[in-house]
């Protein structure tokens, strides 16, 4: 009888993954991936991410290049009744950056509340639990969850989540604690705020400043129209601390994310807003901004079911993203006028799904990207193929 | 089946067919200041773009950024090699000294880094300063035109006691010599056709072309100054990093120096130089050329000389080429509206160097879309900075302004065509 549990907890998971517009809870995407489903106790799967770009700004065009984006390598383990494993080892742009993505362990007292422990997802937004390429139709991740919430964002530390159900409702919570960010969150190579500068590998042997960083996430599901949700992440992020002794003030740094996904009517919606605080030395107003937003709505509507090469549920899907971000909130004192730096994009698209876990899209996508002076945007257009698929 | 097979291949000819509909074109190439001259060799391009990579890299904490600085980058600060934005004017001080001008170098000055790396404390302005002037970065297309000009030309426009009774007079920016300026006058004698042209001493000093103030002698000068004071970045020339005085003297950041390799300054100095000088815009229309006769008619041409020509050079396409820059490289007295109460080296407080205003038309594409001209970025229309002229430039002001509606404005779209 008690072999037959986790087999009963893996059939519990959803054994299918779905398009961009999942149909489980956000909270569920580490588990919600098709190699999973397939196991009783251990198992290896992983996803693999490529396409070729063509981009032309103002007129310049360095021509076509192709990439292997992402081999991602998930080990999963269901350690015992109420505990199990999961990892992601990440090869970046063939083997350019290798990562430990997550290497988390669940302990489940009740579906209400798990314990988890590890090199975690913080809970973000929608797409850092949820980052799979395979899921997403779209070749480019949306720029604020890679330019203001620094997806793909692991790190070590821990926490509980659970969820609960009531009147029609799945309500769940994820509160967690990590060493958080680090200090080149200003100072870094883009002469900018930028937050996705302060992860760095040695965070995950040591906090840099001794104060954990929480973030947490509160979301509403109701299966028949979707999930919204509502994040926040907050902590210090500059060494202040050194050998126990106060070198510098405290800096922190918050960043407060709104996501939705459902259907309405044919399409597939979704969307994240965040908006991001950070406490900048006060050698470095303005160049290096205190405030960012950006946000993103990404429609899909399924437009063909064609029935390809024997697979009856092939679907091709039409899409379109609208994104902004504004990496500097602000005026200059020094004029009054508009701090910039800001990109806005336009993406459509066309993906072609053979099965739910393999997908094949082209996009264009055409951005302008505003320097911090203001001044008249660069324009820049192409277009992407690519592939995503599990394994 | 064969549905399927069309819509892919329709889907795969998109981007194909669709690369030159869809992409953005080139601005046309007078809409511009960034860009090479015109018949450099492949492997001077190549050059020319690894110097643009330098020019545009940002510096880091650990690249050994400040500690206090003004940007980190060179393109901060010259967003399209055109006039920078005012939000990275430089700030200079000092006070009159004994003998000479105080540039209060215990203070941290001549120059303000308002801003530091984290946990280190910015500069402020002292109180015991009494002249404080705001430098607004200048474009720096077409600078190696300008370095190509040989000492001897600044010496013959030069007119110091206004001999020629015209009310400009026209003085050259002088230094006493130093071991910086020498090494980087010595550096660039090298490999030049003619070394004598360059360097020149007159009365023993060294002649000052580049800055608002022509502080510098040279383009290589200029770069490793800006390097160390815009940006706290050591090269082999200023080993020594910059240090706020109220940090404790000497205390900088951890990163090793030199900062910045001499290739890396050598290839931004060749940048500079190979930048294509700014093309005008409607240079024919008949407004703008109307406007081009009352520019000289009223005395601007005194200071702002449309034409000089370059000497021997080791880069073809500067040797002995004339231009059109609209500068004298000289100091002149503009009168006590521009006087800040700063100087540096022989100049007066009200003496600034007469600033090329080739590229001018463009200007506020690159300041965010509002024009700031003027050494401090005082004035935000050309008509604005015309009327703020004064001392050696006031006849030609006043007769700026008493000229018809119609004839301001035909001047101004000449300059707009700069």
Known sequence: MTRLVPVALLLSLPAVVGAQADSTLAQEGVYDRPFIGSVSSTSIGGYVEGNTNYFVEDGVTEGFSMELRRFNVFLFSQVSQRVRFLSELEFEHGTEEIALETALIDFQIAPSLVLRGGIILPPLGYLNQNHDSPRWDFVERPLVTTGIIPSTLSEVGFGVYGKFVTRGLVLSYDAYLTNGLGDAVVGNELGRTNIPSGKGEELFAEDNNGSPAFSGRLAARQPSRGEIGVSYYGGYYNSFRVEGEEVDRRRWLEILALDAGGTVGPAEVRAEIARAAIAIPPGMSEIFGDRQWGGYLDVLVPVWRPGLLGYADAVVTAGLRLERVDYNVGTFSSTGGDIGDEVTAIVPGVSLRPTSGTVFRINYRYHWTTDMQGNEPAKRAGFQLGFATYF | ?418
């Not at chain 2, 081009?292 to 034409?307: K, R």
């Not at chain 2, 401090?376 to 430039?393: P, W």
Request: glycine letters at 12%; a negative charge; proline letters at 7%.
């Open chain 2, 1 to 418: 089946m064969h549905r399927a097979a069309l819509f892919g291949t329709i889907l795969l000819a998109f981007p194909l067919v669709g690369c030159d509909l869809l992409t953005p074109g080139a601005p046309a190439d007078h809409d511009v200041l960034a860009g090479t001259i015109e018949g450099m060799t492949p492997s001077q391009v190549r050059q020319h773009l690894a110097g643009d990579a330098e020019f545009g890299r940002v510096f880091t904490v650990a690249d050994g950024l400040g500690p206090i600085f003004v940007a980190a980058s060179c393109e901060q600060c010259h967003a399209g090699d055109g006039k920078g934005h005012p939000v990275f004017n430089l700030r200079r001080f000092g006070r009159p000294g004994t003998s000479a001008f105080d540039p209060m170098i215990e203070f941290g000055g001549p120059q303000l880094q308002h801003r530091a790396i984290p946990g280190y404390p910015p500069e402020e302005v002292p109180v015991e300063a009494t002249g404080v002037s705001g430098f607004t970065p200048p474009a720096v297309t077409g600078l190696g035109f300008l370095d190509a000009v040989e000492d001897q030309t600044l010496i013959d426009l030069a007119d110091p006691s206004d001999e020629d009774g015209d009310g400009i007079s026209g003085r050259l920016q002088l230094h006493e010599p130093s071991e910086l300026i020498e090494t980087v006058l010595e550096l660039e004698r090298r490999g030049t056709p003619d070394p004598e042209a360059r360097g020149r001493r007159v009365g023993g000093r060294y002649i000052g072309r580049f800055g608002k103030k022509g502080l510098t002698v040279n383009l290589l000068h200029q770069t490793v100054g800006a390097y160390h004071q815009d940006m706290g970045v050591t090269s082999d020339l200023l080993p020594e990093d910059l240090f706020n005085p109220s940090a404790g003297a000497r205390a900088s950041d951890d990163a090793p120096d030199p900062e910045v390799t001499s290739a890396a300054v050598g290839n931004v100095v060749f940048y500079l130089k190979t930048l294509k000088a700014p093309a005008r815009r409607d240079a024919s229309d008949p407004e703008v050329v109307a406007g081009e006769a009352l520019f000289e008619d009223i005395g601007c041409t005194g200071c702002h000389v449309p034409t000089l020509t370059t000497g021997a050079s080791e880069i073809e396409v500067l040797d002995r080429v004339t231009f059109h820059p609209y500068t004298d490289l000289l100091l002149h007295d503009m009168g006590p509206g521009l006087d800040d109460g700063y100087t540096e080296g022989r100049a007066s407080t009200s003496e600034w160097r007469t600033p090329p205003l080739w590229g001018i038309g463009l200007a506020q594409e690159f300041q965010g879309g509002q024009g700031f001209f003027m050494h401090d970025g005082r004035a935000t229309s050309l008509a604005e900075a015309i009327e703020v002229h004064g001392g050696e430039g006031r006849a030609a002001r006043d007769a700026f302004i008493a000229l018809s509606p119609e004839e301001r404005s035909r001047l101004i779209r000449f300059l707009e065509s700069l």
